[in-house]
């Protein structure tokens, strides 16, 4: 069974949101704190094994980063590779290309654990959520003409003209 684009969009979406909000209680109780400027490893046996709950929740805040990330890379992925117009194609790629800079932040963020490193992982996850958002609703637009039919613009324009 094969799932429509917009319907894995919409996971995809939905689950950076619930990332989003993750990262937000992960940087409230200081989960970075607790792996003493560390990245990638933590605190714990190796490095590699929470060793209290706040380190858990760094860890638990990666491990669903990581696969949300791999779940925008395979959106544009197949965004590409299907007949969709360019601005959901765009707004995928635009998606997966901020996805490296946002590991960098985040990285940042329990390197030096500040105000500024929070805000510009917060702005990045922000920036790549809108632009998620964004790719669902076209392509949810584009199905409900019955096809690609052109961009949302480009229809817009034809039935003006109709």
Known sequence: MRVPLRHYLAITTVSTFFLILLGVYTGKIGAGLACDARWPLCDGWMGLFPANWPSFVEWF????AMIVGFMIIAAAILAWRGDYSKYVKYAT?????????????GANTVLTFGVFASMI????????FAALVIATTLAYLEAGSGGDGGSPPERAAQSADD
Do not use: D
């Open 61 to 64: 805040h990666r491990l669903v």
């Open 93 to 105: 790629v635009i998606a997966a290309v901020l996805l490296p800079l946002q590991i960098i932040f």
């Open 121 to 128: 992982h917060q702005l990045a996850a922000q920036l790549i």
